[in-house]
């Protein structure tokens, strides 16, 4: 009699157990079927987003190549500064640093260091200088 309810006891024990861990491994497969289906989700998500970065990237490659052989410097006609003659009216050297400073406005030259290749920093102090 002892050893009777010793094995039902187990086999409650087990049957208990065995329900336990099917609960649980259904949970998992669940839980794993979830997450496969979130992964592909991403997955197509991914793959579509990249197919559209492709194509950007494409457009951009031919725009580039497009735009470095037509990205040359302006020929636009603009008027070029006549020389500086030396006559020595304010007036005349004004008007010629007026007409320098349109020059490189309409080349679209804005940077000081390159306008200092074409007369020094203090052009304009020094001519009125010498006036």
């Given amino acids: 009699m002892c050893l009777t309810s010793n094995s039902d006891s187990m086999q409650e024990l087990l049957d208990s157990q065995r329900k336990k861990l099917t609960e649980r491994n259904n949970a ?8 496969k289906e979130e992964t592909m989700v991403m997955k197509m998500a991914l793959s579509i987003r990249i197919e ?10 031919i725009a580039m190549g497009k735009g ?5 410097l302006s020929n636009e006609d603009v008027l070029k500064p006549k020389e500086f003659v030396g006559t020595k009216s304010a007036c005349d050297v004004d008007n010629f640093l007026w007409r320098i ?19 020094p920093k203090f052009a304009k102090e020094e001519a009125r200088a010498k006036l």
């Fill in 101 to 119: 400073e349109n020059y490189f406005r309409a080349k679209g030259i804005t940077d000081d260091a390159v306008k200092g290749q074409f007369y």
């Fill in 68 to 72: 470095v052989s037509s990205v040359t």
């Fill in 28 to 35: 998992l497969k669940a839980m794993m079927m979830a997450l």
């Fill in 52 to 61: 559209e970065l492709e194509g950007d990237l494409a457009l951009c490659q």
